[in-house]
């Protein structure tokens, strides 16, 4: 990680001076090169799941393994129904959770899409 000063402890003059610009902001040509040099001021996107991935990643508990354990077990005795109710639960609780997630997700997107992409801005003395 960078050793990044604390801005807020530095004067305004330090401030001005560690980033290589005036109370009057940046030129437009200033500001282009560091677009150019640096890349756009936000966050990455996170990397997308696929389906089977995010329903995969339901079935990774200690708890649905103790359940499918159990399912392979009265299998064996030949409990059927037993067995089939078992897995059963742990399908309903995965359809359950992909679902969830799905929503939370799309929440999340309107949220991001809601968030104001501007900011004021000095370029030449002038907002």
Not at 15 to 36: F, I, K, Y
Not at 55 to 65: A, D, E, M, T
Not at 93 to 98: E, F, H, R, S, T
Not at 101 to 111: L, S, T
Request: charged fraction near 20%.
């Amino acid at each position: 990680m960078e050793n990044r000063p604390n801005w807020h402890e530095l004067s305004q003059d330090k401030v001005l001076s560690e980033l290589e610009t005036t109370p009057a902001g940046l030129s437009d040509d200033e500001a282009s090169a560091r677009l150019d040099i640096h890349g756009a001021n936000r966050l990455p996107q996170p990397p997308g799941r696929s389906l089977l991935r995010r329903l995969l990643s339901h079935f990774n508990n200690i708890l649905i393994y103790v359940l499918l354990g159990a399912a392979v077990i009265t299998g064996l005795l030949q409990h059927w129904l037993d067995m089939s109710v078992i897995l059963a639960v742990v399908i309903v609780n995965a359809v359950i959770g992909l679902v969830q997630e799905g929503k939370a997700e799309k929440a999340m997107d309107a949220i991001r899409h809601m968030l104001a992409l501007r900011a004021a801005v000095l370029r030449g003395g002038q907002r």
